[in-house]
């Protein structure tokens, strides 16, 4: 899950979460008579509001207006739902007169695991090219429960980080590597 | 956590366009004098008919207040992580990122303190900053197991680079065979 959305996620929560507890807090307040007791005895919607509505002829239609952009704003939360990060192609584009060049990052990442899953005590293996404000490498790996942590490590940084990023010609990628010890003990007896 | 969010972010969004349809739709409709399509006009006058201290409105706040703090609570609750980013070390190359997983982290203190002897289930939970053991021994002697246990996943932790992130704690029960 992208991390924007999940931090996109917690701040509406949150406008909404406000939105519903200061709306109710004051209501109560007004339904207690903490604004007078003619206040609470007030209809909701006071004979004021109706004149206005009846004698405005641009309330109903401004209401309207207001409900269709909540139906956006919803709209536009549901789609963010849907946004990834995942970059499927890398541009290797240097200058545009000499034609674009992009490469395809599932080749680079089957490869790249296929070389990650002959290091002695790996499981498995699989990477994803995204798009945190720049290309990232994200790396997993499933280790079994007696590998050598930092050795593969060892091996992960100073062999396979190094072959990735000269595959990609970019050798300042960041490569964030998330291992995974203890998944899985039947290669544990090869 | 976050798929907790997700699916509410994914309710209230959903609520929020249909609810937003239905009432253009609805006023819409109304101003072109037609019958409405779904919200009976009876619900509406009604509505209009409460005042601020009827029961109904004062239930409806109360739970406006408390699905409020709810989401509240939900948005600002951290977590425990999903992985913990291990130090790096002092010849690795620039801008790589090693993390150990969570529930890999959970897997392998719960797989060190079985191999104990005298352990019959381990289970290991941690959190942001403790590893939590709890394990089962058919021993009359927990004490003496715990020390074994608190330094084989010390060990562990060692070796995943994590002794210096996550305090150890260690429980035993013991579980006597009659």
Excluded: C, Y
């Excluded at chain 1, 409900?67 to 849907?82: P, T, Y």
């Excluded at chain 2, 409405?36 to 409460?50: A, I, K, S, V």
């Excluded at chain 2, 109904?56 to 207040?65: G, H, S």
């Amino acid at each position: 899950m992208s991390s924007r959305v999940n931090a996109a996620n917690r701040a509406d929560l949150t406008v909404v979460g406000l939105i519903l507890v200061a709306g109710g807090a004051v209501g109560l307040v007004a339904s207690f008579g903490g604004f007078g007791s003619d206040t609470a005895a007030d209809e909701i919607f006071p004979e004021s509001l109706r004149d206005l509505a009846a004698d405005s002829w641009w309330f109903w239609p401004a209401l309207a207006v207001v409900s269709l952009l909540v139906a956006l704003v919803g709209l536009k939360w549901l789609l963010l739902q849907m946004r990834t990060d995942h970059l499927g192609e890398l541009d290797l584009t240097d200058d545009q007169r000499d034609g674009i060049t992009t490469l395809d990052a599932s080749a680079i990442t089957r490869a790249l695991s296929g070389e990650v899953e002959g290091l002695p005590g790996v499981v498995s293996a699989s990477g994803r090219l995204r798009d945190r404000g720049g290309p990232r490498f994200d790396l997993v790996v499933d280790l079994t429960r007696r590998a050598d942590v930092a050795e593969i490590r060892s091996q992960l940084e100073t062999q396979v980080v190094p072959h990735l990023r000269q595959a990609l010609d970019d050798p300042g990628l960041p490569v964030v590597i998330q291992l995974r010890p203890g998944q899985n003990t039947s290669r544990d007896l090869s | 956590m976050t798929l907790v969010r997700r699916v509410l972010s994914v309710l209230l969004a959903l609520v929020l366009l249909l609810g937003g349809l239905l009432g253009a739709i609805e006023i819409v409709l109304a101003l072109l004098g037609r019958d409405p399509w779904l919200l009976p006009r009876e619900r509406t006058t009604w509505f209009r008919e409460q005042t601020w201290e009827t029961a109904t409105i004062r239930a409806i706040l109360i739970v406006a207040v408390l699905v409020g703090l709810g989401l509240l609570v939900l948005a600002l609750k951290r977590g425990r992580p999903a992985a913990f980013t291990l130090a790096s070390r002092a010849d690795g190359p620039v801008a790589v990122t090693v993390t150990a997983s969570r529930r890999g982290i959970e897997h392998a203190l719960a797989q060190v303190a079985r191999e104990a002897d005298g352990v019959t289930s381990a289970q290991a939970t941690v959190s942001r900053r403790r590893a939590t053991v709890h394990a089962t021994s058919r021993t009359r002697a927990p004490d003496d197991l715990r020390a074994g246990i608190e330094t084989a996943v010390a060990d562990r932790l060692t070796d995943l680079g994590l002794v210096d992130t996550l305090a150890t704690k260690v429980r035993v029960t013991s579980r006597e065979k009659r």
